[in-house]
Structures are given as C-alpha cells and as structure tokens.
C-alpha cells in the first residue's frame, strides 16, 4: 500500500476528486492548506508592519492506493490536476508500514 498525498491549487479539486471517484478509490481525506515555492508572494499587515507572505491557498488531498494501481492512479491524477502554469501542485507517494488500513 501507498499512501498519495496530492496538493492542488483549490479550483482544480472537483477535477481531481471526479477523477478519484472514477478510479473507486474507497475513502479520502481533503485538507485546506497554504504553502509556497516558486510562486510570487503577496503582502500582508501584521500587528501595524508590513510583512511578505508567500502562502497561497492550496487543498490537500490524501488517498490511500493499492502498489498494483498505483502509476494508473498517479496518471489520471495529474491530467486533471494541471493547469499548465507554475504551481500546480504536487504529489507524495509515502510507503505504508502495514499492509492495509486499521480501521476502527
């Protein structure tokens, strides 16, 4: 198993998330984010002085992912992930140290 963990600029989640869903993918977990790299950054005020801020919104979104499905996966993701412009996203495929999920 492998766990995916996808960060999307937010108004390409429904993309991604239909895409998902078309995979039978059995469970994900979405999370609002902020992060930064190549991207310009923004100011921002912060008790009376200004600051430079680099953060733009981002969502992250983890699924779970069988190692026999895991390059389909990863290539339906993508298409629908990217917009073709700096700051895309990304995605991190983490090996899992159990061979399933716990459930409770």
Do not use: H
Not at 5 to 10: A, D, F, N, Q, S
Not at 30 to 38: D, I, Q
């Amino acid at each position: 198993m492998k766990q995916l963990t996808i960060v999307v600029k937010p108004f390409r989640v429904e993309a991604v998330l239909r895409t998902l869903a078309e995979l039978d993918l059995s469970s994900c977990v979405l999370r609002e984010a902020k992060g930064y790299n190549r991207q310009k950054s923004y100011l921002d005020r912060y008790v009376g002085s200004e600051y430079s801020m680099a953060f733009l919104p981002k969502v992250e979104i983890t699924v779970c992912v069988s190692d026999d499905r895991l390059e389909e996966v990863i290539e339906r993701i993508v298409p629908a992930a990217r917009t073709g412009r700096m700051g895309d996203g990304k995605i991190f495929v983490i090996a899992m140290g159990w061979p399933g999920a716990l459930e409770f």
